[in-house]
Structure formats: structure tokens, C-alpha cells
């Protein structure tokens, strides 16, 4: 029986993984002006961040409408048995939903099943990874499905915003915006919780903002797979990356570029941690052996959550 894989490119996959894998992306759209453009498709990461700073044009995003993901399942379903879909949450998207109403335009939709991963960037990239290697591996959609589900809360992602000033110009910070409208100048750092972005604290330069980074993945528990994502300092990831495989030598650090979908709203210099923890599932401590073994320890924050405008 062959599972096809499909996910929506705010998942931030390398390129290299997407066809190692045989996963299929669905853009999200982004606008600039009265201009819009397929993410990763009509437009690259260069260009969406050139005309962020340089060209200072105003940004959208939306989600694809449903007919986008009824024609990629129909094209799949008549080489493959069926599909598994990952979305980006559907708390700050509208991608999710979307997908499902493409499920509801398939003849056979009921071999599609469309699954809210209630993150984002490499959070739900590392979650169609799972997906991805489970389907090579054999395993039926249902195991697959359960296998996601007990995944997705243990799967973690941290952001270090070089600044706020493009996620206010979305207008959608809400009751934070007061909290947060002095502190431009200061490094923020992001939490995804339960689907949600939520403030994780504040560093006052770079580097201390990336050593707080490097905690969290220092305090998690048993972890499987780790991902670090940038916008624009290539160099600031791979250094991320070599002090971190300096101390987890289990599984693999995957580096990729954040898309024009999320890079509107993070805007450059955004660096995103995301890793996925063993869960107890038999199949995957067989396939997966063992990582870290420390307790994630983040501190309570009673702030207001941060939303940015949805896709």
C-alpha cells in the first residue's frame, strides 16, 4: 500500500528532504502590493526579504484556497493508495482548514486524511518527516495518524526575533502590543504552545538570545531530531548548529532558510529552533534509539499572546 506524504510550505523543509522523502508542498501565498506570488514557487527567500528592507513594500500572506490541495490530492491519489496531509495550526492559519475543504472536493477523500500539526517552520517540518519515514517504512495511514498524534506535544519550537517591528506592521499583536511596544530595540523570543506563539522572554543582544536557544534544547527531554531555521544569517545557523552537535550526538540537525509565508512576519535576522522528543511509542523507540534526556524547564510567563495575521 503506498501513503503519499503532503504538507504546505510554511513547514520551511530543505529541499533535499522534500525529494529524499517524496513530499509534496502546497504554497501559501504572499502579496506584495497588488502583486501575488506562490511562496517558494513564484517567489524566493532573497526576494521577499529585498523587498522587505530595500523596496519597503507592505506584506500579506493568505492561505491557498481549497482547490490548490483538491489538485494535488487528485494527482496523488491515482499513483498512490492514500494520503496523509500535515498542516501548519490552525490557530494562527487558515491552511488547515483549507486543506480539509480540498479533502471535501475528492472523490475518495476518504483516503486523505488531513492532520492539524499546531505548529509551524520546522515544528511541522520535522512532523512530516516523521510522516514521511513511517510511509517508506510500511506503516498503514492509521498508524501513521496515531503516530503524529502522540508526537505533535512533543514537539517543540523556540523563535529569536532580531526585531518586532514586522510582526507590528501586521497589526495583529493585539494586547501585547502595549506590553511589547518599548521594547523594539531588545531581541524577543517566542514560544509555539498548544498552537499559539506566546512571549518566552526577552534577551538584550544576539548572542545571549541564541545562548537561551541552546537551554531549551539543553533542558528537553529525549530528543529525536533537532532543526534550526534562519531568514537571512546562514552563518549565525550553522554556528547554532555546531555548538549544539557539540552536545547531541543522536539524530540528525537539520538546517533550512525560513520561507516568504513566516519571513513577512519574522523579517530578517529571525532564528527558530525546533526539535521533536521520543514519545512512547514502540515503533519509534525501535527505529529511533535514544537522545537527551533532561526535562524541557521554561519559565511561566503570564503575558499576553502574540498573534500575527494569519495566513
Known amino acids: 500500500m503506498t501513503i503519499k506524504i503532503v504538507t504546505d510550505s510554511t513547514a ?18 504572499v502579496g506584495f502590493g497588488n502583486k501575488t506570488y506562490r511562496d517558494g514557487v513564484d517567489i524566493s527567500q532573497d526576494e521577499v526579504y ?16 481549497p482547490a490548490d490541495f483538491a489538485d494535488v490530492y487528485k494527482k496523488l491519489l491515482k499513483e498512490a493508495d492514500e494520503i496523509a496531509s500535515i498542516q501548519a495550526t490552525s490557530k494562527l492559519s487558515g491552511l488547515y482548514n483549507s486543506a480539509l475543504q480540498g479533502k471535501e472536493m475528492v472523490s475518495g477523500g476518504g483516503r486523505i486524511a488531513v492532520v492539524d500539526s499546531l505548529s509551524v517552520s520546522m515544528g511541522l517540518g520535522l512532523l512530516t518527516i ?18 503524529l498524534r502522540q508526537s505533535i506535544p512533543h514537539t517543540h519550537l523556540w523563535g529569536l526575533f532580531d526585531t518586532l517591528k514586522y510582526a ?13 511596544g518599548g521594547m523594539l530595540p531588545v531581541k524577543a523570543l517566542l514560544v509555539m504552545r498548544d498552537g499559539e506563539l506566546h512571549p518566552a522572554g526577552i534577551a538584550r543582544t544576539r548572542a545571549k538570545g541564541i545562548e537561551r536557544l541552546i537551554n531549551n534544547l539543553k533542558n528537553s527531554v529525549n530528543v529525536q531530531e533537532v532543526a534550526v531555521v534562519h531568514s537571512t544569517t ?10 549544539i552537535s557539540a552536545f547531541f550526538g543522536r539524530g540528525p540537525i537539520h538546517v533550512s532558510r525560513l520561507g516568504p509565508a513566516l519571513g513577512v512576519h519574522g523579517g ?23 537522545g537527551l534526556k533532561r526535562r524541557i524547564s521554561l519559565p511561566s510567563l503570564h503575558r499576553p499572546e502574540l498573534h500575527f495575521s494569519r495566513l
Open 12 to 29: 520551511d523543509l530543505p529541499p533535499d528532504l522534500i525529494q529524499e522523502l517524496d513530499i509534496t508542498i502546497v504554497p501559501a501565498y
Open 50 to 65: 529585498q523587498k522587505m528592507v530595500n523596496e519597503n513594500i507592505p506584506a500579506t500572506t493568505s492561505q491557498p484556497p
Open 130 to 147: 516523521l510522516a514521511a519515514r513511517l510511509a517508506k517504512a510500511g506503516e498503514s495511514l492509521p498508524n501513521i495518524i496515531e503516530e
Open 168 to 180: 507590528f506592521k501586521g497589526g495583529r499583536l493585539g494586547k501585547a502590543k502595549a506590553l511589547l
Open 234 to 243: 546562514p552563518d549565525d545557523a550553522q554556528t547554532l548548529r555546531e555548538r
Open 268 to 290: 530578517p535576522g529571525t532564528l527558530v529552533l525546533a526539535l521533536r522528543e521520543k514519545v512512547n511509542s514502540l515503533k519509534q523507540e525501535v527505529k529511533e534509539g535514544k
